[in-house]
């Protein structure tokens, strides 16, 4: 049960190949209304049916928050992943039939900034495509900084550069091309708000230099998209169902309780906003913590997992689920 | 030290050292014993990078410990109307990586959070510590004028004259504290009036 959202009924209006790797999905209602009001940062949580097999996946939303005739998200196609992405680019054909959850912001802008400086890395880009439309239609002031592999790879900086001109800047790895983040962090007027979405060691590396660098935790705002880690499998007893499941290796363990027919909370799917945080009744072995919602301690204290990106080793573990 | 009753009224904390490139202070009085008790924690060239902005009144109290601080710069100032410009300026022009560090009366610190936050610090950002007087900054919620250094609860509106009930309602966009009625039914019940913040 995704807490405080209802589910949308919505059609595949056109498929994109944008790149190599990545595609593009347009969404409409299929009782033709318009789509609920998001703002630049907000993602869908996708159904995929997949034969037997359910997969809930959040993805970024990347159109205009203006235009909310139509939904549309990216996906990167990853090969060794734990299929998601594979369906969606090689199962989902326009007029399929589909269900989303309602938007959900995670990494929203701060208004009262004077001005929003945007690190994207990858795919990463993708929440940053609505903000920089959302800005740039309130005349505010942002500037974005953003790393790909090759220039081919670089999803949407062509449309970028062209929206934007030179408020975007580029980096190519393979041209050796790095942000001098330093020069950059400590150049920016006071009352500037830093985001950054990408790989999780870039905003690792952000996150640290801006710290030390001065900037307060307020004004650092970040989205890891990280899917579930796959892993060895494990029996999970859920005390309060009644009920002995075995998650998987390609399943996390949030889809593992949902395909026993348990309907736990969840929001983000990604380990970030604390929804399906779970306490731990008993174990007899070793946590894999995933998420960045708990904290160290409470990684430690083995009271509590987070199931959408949390996995388990050992001879057993019983939650309060 | 200014005790917690409704959520907006204002808690502070103790001046620890931040990560940062600049650090600038605004202190009155004996906020500077704030910032010499922090200076015994502070990196050895924590205060290289500092600006020291201090109101000392009379007697120009403690202003040799600050200048033993040996802060990039130091500058004094006879009040806080008098040091504005010159803060919105260095505020207009500075970059991400200034900290802030406020100490005093709660009317200094509220009155430079208000001009921090034009500039668009967040005010959990900012560093303050308590020191000296309780005297507040109260706004007339009826003529809307502030009145300076209200120590007595009833107190005078020094612009519209009623008498007024301090309440610990406080504004940080106004940085006052909120001054309501406290006769409105019949003028002549005039409540004794005592000094409590002192």
Known sequence: MSTGTTKLDVVVSDVVPVNDLVTRFHFRRRDGELLPTFSGGAHVVVEMRDGERTRLNPYSLMGSPLNTSEYTISVRRDDVGRGGSLFMHRSVKPGLEMVISYPVNLFSLDLRAKKHLMLAGGIGITPFMAQTAQLAAEGGNFELHYTCRTASLGTYADVLRERYDRRVRLYHDDRDERIELDRLLSSQPLGTHLYVCGPSGMIGWVRDRAASLGWPAETVHFEHFAAPQPGAPFDVELAVSGKTIRVDEQQSLLEAIEAAGVDPPYLCRGGVCGQCETNVISHDGKFIHNDHWLSEEEHRSCNKIMPCVSRFEGRSLVLER | ?198
């Open chain 2, 1 to 198: 030290m200014a005790a917690k009753s409704i959520i907006s009224r204002p808690v502070y904390g103790t001046l620890s050292p931040q990560p940062g490139k600049h650090h600038l202070f605004i202190a009155d009085t004996e906020g500077a014993l704030a910032i010499t008790d922090m200076a015994r924690t502070a990196p050895a060239s924590f205060f290289d990078g500092a600006e020291i902005v201090f109101i000392p009144g009379p007697g120009r109290k403690h202003v040799a410990a600050l200048e033993a601080l040996r802060p990039a710069q130091f500058h004094e100032a006879p009040s806080f109307a008098s040091l504005l410009p010159r803060l919105r300026q260095t505020l207009a022009n500075a970059h991400m990586g200034l900290r802030l560090y406020l100490a005093g009366t709660e009317g200094l610190i509220g009155q430079a959070m208000q001009v921090a936050l034009e500039a668009g610090i967040d005010h959990t950002s900012i560093q303050t510590e308590h020191r000296g007087s309780l005297a507040r900054r109260m706004q007339c919620v009826h003529c809307k004028g502030i009145t300076e250094n209200v120590t007595t609860q009833p107190a005078i509106c020094s612009h519209c004259g009623l008498l007024l009930l301090v309440r610990d309602h406080y504004s940080r966009r106004l940085a006052a504290f909120q001054g309501v009625c406290i006769n409105a039914e019949d003028r002549s019940e005039i409540p004794p009036m005592e000094e409590i913040f002192r």
